[in-house]
């Protein structure tokens, strides 16, 4: 029995191969003019057209990645130092959001995004009245 086929990546930072889910993408955008500077930028949705790399999101595996010089040489181009101090900051808020949305994710919201706290009711339920239209 082979297991289900999930496609995978290396992650830049800590050369580990993950689960392209797992991982964040750190797209470089194609060029338009050849002067212009390479737009390098992190792509959480993974749908930025351009030569994509990989890391964890984990701003600790992009820090890693900027010590090696690995994304630069990934896009083989220089990666400014502000990009990448965007980049860590997008990732940390990426990894937050995450942190965020497993926990959500076992409390029932309401449309405004409010969590619902559930009381449960007592097993014997109250005699509920019939009808009761109002107006008119
Ligand atoms: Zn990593």
Do not use: H, W
């Not at 220089?78 to 995450?98: L, S």
Request: net charge positive; with cysteine; charged share 35%.
């Amino acid at each position: 029995m082979r297991p289900k086929k999930t496609p995978m990546r290396m992650c830049l930072g800590c050369n580990e191969m993950k689960p392209k889910k797992e991982l964040v993408r750190v797209v470089k955008a194609p060029q338009k003019e050849e002067a212009a500077p390479p737009e390098v930028s992190l792509d959480l949705t993974g749908k930025k057209p351009g030569r994509g790399a990989y890391l964890c999101r984990d701003a600790q595996c992009l820090r890693l990645a900027r010590k090696s010089r690995r994304l630069e040489r990934a896009f083989s181009c220089k990666i400014p130092e502000e990009v990448y101090d965007r980049m860590e900051e997008e990732i940390q808020r990426a990894q937050q959001a995450q942190e965020e949305a497993a926990q959500a994710a076992s409390v029932p919201r309401d449309e405004k995004g409010r969590p619902i706290i559930v009381i449960e009711e007592p097993e014997e339920a109250l005699p509920q009245r019939r009808g009761g239209g109002s107006g008119g």
